[in-house]
């Protein structure tokens, strides 16, 4: 099963989850309501919404674009921790559209850079409002490995920070190893930098990219996000629990202060991440992604 799903994403096919015979109800529910299969069902279909390049700068002149926010877990008390910055765009026409409606964006550098600095700029402000409302919450997002290699974002993100007199403590960059990573110099340089200036780094997605060993213990990490895709493999049999402690193991030995597990969707997946010592995690059995004013309201 483990292979034949393996050759199924190397062929690039979306898979959505995995079966063993005998089926059970328990077993199909989970998999129709898992986070891959929503993601699938908000890809643009054929006649669908796929806003060209020219549409989505229109947004980010107009700042449709706005912050969604999934919360972060302490899974043993189950209580709110934090908070990833997810991007939305509010549509006159189409309504909200999830990332795949304007996927285009990430291949154009400058759309990109005013994507982030936009929804920075938001996030920034929202973290301060619950802050000054006295919640200890954590603000993390994710900085593509083609804009960190840039000087200017790591100054944008200090000098906002600053701005709004917060705790660089509080804000945690995850690095997103969905591309080659090149010009190793500049970016762990700045690494370097957001690190000194008291900002908190996270590898995200660990186990699905292109980070090997040698460079995870190059990057000044204070976290690791393991990739959804070792929990699915988890619950499927003893070899990927196996690899799923492994990652674990690998997080405490680098000393890395905290380990957060992705895509927690059942009660089984918190059970195994519980009994792997896992601290930290985040999926749609927990909360699933929320606007402000929501995330407000419900914490």
């Known amino acids: ?16 989850g995995s079966l063993q015979k005998p089926v059970s109800r328990e077993a199909l529910r989970q998999v129709l309501t898992s986070e891959a299969v929503v993601e699938a069902l908000s890809l643009p279909l054929p006649g669908g919404v796929d806003l060209g390049l020219d549409e989505i700068r229109r947004c980010l002149r107009e700042r ?30 189409y309504g909200l ?25 938001q996030g920034l402000g929202d973290l301060r409002h619950w802050r000054s409302q006295g919640r200890r919450i954590s603000l993390a997002f994710n900085l593509g ?20 007199r917060l705790d660089p403590a509080d804000i945690i960059v995850e690095v997103t190893e969905s591309e080659a990573l090149t010009e ?21 997605d660990f186990g699905s990219g292109y980070a090997n ?9 204070t976290q690791l996000k393991l990739d959804q895709g070792l929990l699915r493999a988890a619950n499927r049999g003893n070899d990927g629990l196996t690899v799923l402690a492994a990652a674990v193991g690998l997080a405490r030995s680098l000393a890395l202060s905290d380990v957060v597990l992705e895509g927690i969707e059942s009660e089984l997946d918190l059970d195994i991440a519980r009994q792997l010592g896992v601290a930290t995690g985040q999926g749609y059995f927990l909360a699933r992604p929320m606007s402000a004013a929501d995330f407000g309201v419900r914490f």
Not at 101 to 113: C, S
């Open 64 to 93: 449709r674009f706005e912050p969604y926010y999934q919360p972060k877990f302490h899974l043993e008390n189950v209580g709110c921790v934090g908070v990833e910055l997810l991007a939305r765009c509010r549509h006159p026409q």
């Open 1 to 16: 099963m483990q292979a034949a799903e393996a050759a199924a994403q190397a062929s690039r096919w979306k898979v959505l």
């Open 184 to 204: 190793l110099g500049l970016a762990l340089g700045n690494m370097a930098s957001l690190r000194l200036h008291g900002f908190q780094l996270a590898l995200d």
């Open 213 to 221: 060993l040698q460079l995870l213990s190059q990057m000044p990490l």
């Open 145 to 164: 490995w083609q804009l960190l290699k840039q000087k200017e974002c790591t100054a944008f993100l200090v000098a906002e920070t600053a701005r709004r």
């Open 97 to 121: 559209l999830a990332p795949s409606a304007f996927q285009r964006l990430f291949a154009d550098p400058e759309a990109l850079w005013q994507l982030t600095q936009q929804l920075l700029s």
